[in-house]
């Protein structure tokens, strides 16, 4: 059972926008920054988002993220094939004192 | 460019211990934290230890505390990863990863399986 709550899985068309949500807590969404990391299947996860809705560099600006409360999401606009992995969300957990992870979302395009 | 590549990974029966390595390039290896972040089969992430850059400061996740230890060796770009008394439910592949609390960069992992 994984701190944070996100859908199994998710789908949509290439040229679609898609939204991945993650639900925490207090201990940690609320207070915390936000990180997402796409893992296409097979290979390691990468980063994909910090500080809630910041991109590194290279990633197109198709992926954004954001929260509100104790939850968070990540948009996907214009839906390209390569887009098709699994996403994980992740924050500080102030109670557990460490990073916590969402169970992940499948994304099928 | 940044590259991080871990080894010792295998196959060992419940109570048993491995020591797993990574080796970095591409970066300055002592001004970052390091991280170790395990998936289990078909399962998600989890976090299991890091260290500081000094490695003066190590953590750890509470289902491996007291059984896995964290080290590193700045003068061979070194993350170690020593595990004790292994479970069944160890059985992951471990991600060496820059930084903590978040993992900017992660090597392609060792898989470590535990089984009788």
């Known amino acids: 059972q994984s701190v944070l709550t996100q859908p199994p899985s998710a789908s949509g068309t290439p040229g679609q926008k898609v939204t991945i949500s993650c639900s925490g807590s207090s201990s940690n969404i609320r207070d915390n920054g936000v990180y997402w990391y796409q893992q296409v299947p097979g290979t390691a996860p990468t980063l994909l988002i910090h500080g809630t809705n910041q991109r590194p560099s290279g990633v197109p600006d198709r992926f954004s993220g954001s929260k509100s409360g104790t939850s968070a999401s990540l948009a996907i606009n214009g839906l390209q094939s390569e887009d098709e992995a699994d996403y994980y969300c992740?924050?500080?957990?102030?109670?557990?004192?460490?990073?916590?992870f969402g169970g992940g979302t499948k994304l099928t395009v | 460019e940044v590259q991080l590549l871990e080894s010792g990974g295998g196959l060992v029966q419940p109570g048993e211990s491995l020591r797993l390595s990574c080796v970095v390039s591409?970066?300055?290896?002592?001004?970052?934290?390091m991280s170790w972040v395990r998936q289990a089969p078909g399962k998600g992430l989890e976090w299991v230890s890091s260290?500081?850059?000094?490695?003066?400061?190590?953590y750890y996740a509470g289902s491996v505390k007291g059984r896995f230890t964290v080290t590193r060796d700045n003068s061979k770009n070194t993350l170690y990863l020593q595990m004790n008394s292994l479970r069944v439910a160890d059985s992951a592949i471990y991600y060496c990863?820059?930084?903590?609390?978040?993992?900017?960069?992660w090597g392609q992992g060792t898989l470590v399986t535990v089984s009788s």
């Open positions: 591409g970066f300055t290896f002592g001004n970052y934290a």
């Open positions: 260290i500081s850059g000094s490695g003066r400061n190590t």
């Open positions: 992740s924050a500080w957990d102030a109670s557990l004192n460490g990073p916590v």
């Open positions: 990863a820059q930084n903590y609390p978040m993992f900017d960069y």
